[in-house]
């Protein structure tokens, strides 16, 4: 084993230190047990532990912890740290960077929402973080140039560990599109998303072998790729596939919790590993003589040392304060309360516990969708799944509340939409059903079926953007109101700026609409005005099922449709007008 610094002194010089220094002088220079590499991923602004995730105090216990014990510790993040909750939002990311900082991460990535307040933002962020971004596939398409470093190599233990950053080509799509546009909508950045692969793959070998090159003695990629996404040539498990040399996969993006293996071009195992979200786990990577080993911790196996003299106390402590330090210079705004729920208000199964908005509809969801509508006195609204964020457990609601239901702070728009491009945007909403999308629509002012036993149609490009319909829809059983949807009419239709100015999601099928308003109101505020003026100021019985109304049906095949609509098949073309469903009345709604 080799030691982090050699002995500089002589005997004598020794003798002299000990009559100089207490002992503890010298912890520094014992031998190091080893390395060990803790990784998190979609932290999302989780700071705050609770009864199944840790909080950023736990971990920076837990990393002193392991530095006391004598190990050489890299601290490691795979993205979307900084967004996705009220002290993101209200900051732009500023505060979760502050508390990367403190933390002490020594490298990180790059997650899609990285890019959600503006790229002029998060390039500022970048260059006040005290540690490395690294990504081999972020492009500024103007040069070809890329604006972070493809790897970092840091020494510890005696060792040089290189890291190697990975950030999805879905980035565009799946953060705000006109974020990585120039003025005249043309994509100035980019991420490798060549339509076969070859491209990213190709810049992840040659970044590999560049590392080694450099002495590295181990190389990790660090990616925002995702386990399972929506186009499988960009998973970490097929980047795993098309290369050779890596040691193993950090990986982010689709908030799975993963301790696997996938074989490699070679046919070598490569350690795959991924966190969850919001600190359900740390990742820890151990290497000791020359042996390594990859495990995730789990809320259950760690806890705090109660002893204050501790350096893991200490650090707790610390970053506790540290945190409360910044959650007073907006507490008292978080903290108020601004309306009121007697129904839980809901974004899971109610059964399973599992995230459903991106899949199905919920309470929470109506929610949203007719505070779009009201505000905006619109025909219909549409509001991705993926903006939907947080549970509202019954009580008081307060202003944090609402922002970490929608972190975005996105703008209500209204455009003029035809009945086709309405249906285009369901369709395109319903992709991946059952199976989580963002993009997956909650509704107001219209119900809807997915008949999942067909399979979708959608075309995209290699960006993710909608192009077209090249057979059956899956949506079918559209109803305005109690009319059936006509493809030829024009609808006014209510959502976020995300949609319908950045085509967010790909929905490319708005493009050409009529901008009836423009960036009215945010979503947030829309929200708790709904509540509070529409509403009475409380939520009640009308959404009391957390399953929603009713307006949107999963169905397994064509004999599933409801029977009042009289509808014998359930496919639907673009020549097809006329088409059924039954339509919840949503009450209490004011005319905006």
């Avoid at 705050?48 to 990393?63: P, Q, R, V």
Wanted: proline fraction near 3%; charge should be negative; aromatic fraction near 8%.
């Amino acid at each position: 084993m080799k030691k982090i610094a050699s002995f500089l002194t002589s005997i004598t010089v020794l003798l002299a230190l000990i009559l100089t220094f207490p002992v503890t002088a010298f912890a520094a220079e014992t031998e190091s047990l080893g390395v060990v590499i803790l990784h998190t991923n979609d932290v999302h602004c989780g700071f705050e532990a609770d009864d199944s995730t840790f909080g950023a105090a736990d971990l920076a216990a837990y990393k002193a912890r392991l530095e006391s014990e004598g190990y050489d510790v890299i601290l490691a993040d795979a993205g979307d740290f900084v967004q996705g909750g009220v002290i993101g939002t209200l900051s732009n990311g500023e505060y979760p960077m502050q508390i990367m900082n403190e933390l002490g991460y020594d490298v990180a990535i790059p997650g899609n929402h990285e890019f959600d307040f503006g790229m002029d933002n998060f390039l500022k962020l970048a260059n006040e973080a005290k540690f490395p971004y690294i990504s081999v596939n972020f492009t500024d398409l103007r040069t070809d140039e890329k604006p972070f470093s493809s790897y970092k190599i840091i020494e510890a233990g005696g060792l040089k560990i290189a890291f190697i950053g990975l950030t999805t080509p879905e980035t565009p799509s799946s953060s705000t599109p006109t974020n990585f546009m120039d003025e005249n909508g043309n994509y100035i950045y980019g991420f490798l998303g060549g339509d076969d692969g070859t491209a990213l793959y190709t810049a992840v070998q040659d970044a590999i072998n560049s590392a080694y090159a450099d002495g590295a003695d181990y190389v990790f990629a660090i990616g925002h790729m995702g386990d399972y996404v929506y186009d499988e040539k960009w998973s970490s498990r097929t980047v795993i596939k098309h290369t050779s040399g890596l040691s193993a996969f950090i990986d982010g993006h689709s908030h799975s919790v993963l301790e696997d293996f996938v074989e490699d071009k070679d046919g070598k195992s490569v350690p795959l590993a991924s966190t969850g979200t919001k600190l359900e786990n740390i990742g820890k990577i151990t290497i000791t003589d020359n042996e390594m080993t990859c495990e995730l911790i789990e809320k259950s196996d760690y806890t705090v040392s109660a002893d204050e003299n501790t350096a893991e106390n200490k650090a707790y402590r610390n970053m506790t304060d540290f945190i409360a330090g910044i959650n007073a210079q907006y507490g008292e705004l978080i903290g108020t309360v601004v309306a009121r729920t007697d129904v839980e208000l809901t974004i899971n199964d109610p059964e399973t516990g599992e995230r459903a908005v991106r899949s199905a509809e919920t309470n929470l969801g109506d929610l949203c969708a007719d505070a779009y509508r009201a505000a905006t006195g619109a025909e219909i609204a549409l509001v991705n799944g993926g903006g939907v964020r947080a549970n509202i457990a019954v009580g008081d609601i307060t202003y944090g509340n609402i922002i970490d239901v929608q972190p975005f702070g996105n703008s209500l728009c209204v455009v003029e939409a035809t009945g086709q491009q309405i249906l285009d945007c369901l369709e395109m909403g319903a992709l991946h059903c059952p199976e989580e999308d963002g993009s997956f629509i909650q509704v107001s002012g219209l119900t809807y079926q997915i008949n999942k036993s067909v399979p979708s149609s959608v075309k995209t490009d290699k960006d993710g953007n909608f192009i077209g319909i090249d057979g059956e829809y899956r949506v079918c059983n559209v109803f305005v109101g109690e009319k059936p949807l006509d493809l030829n009419k024009t609808y006014t239709v209510a959502s976020h700026n995300y949609y319908l100015l950045s085509y967010g999601g790909g929905m490319t099928m708005f493009r050409d609409c009529k901008l009836v308003a423009k960036e009215i109101a945010l979503d947030n505020q829309a929200l708790i005005d709904y509540i509070t003026e529409n509403l009475g100021g409380t939520v009640g019985e009308e959404y009391s099922n957390p399953r929603g109304s009713g307006r949107i049906k999963v169905i397994d095949k064509a004999s599933d449709i409801s029977p009042e609509t009289g509808v014998e098949s359930v496919a639907v073309f673009v020549n097809i007008a006329g088409i059924a469903a039954a339509m919840m009345v949503i009450s209490r709604r004011k005319k905006g």
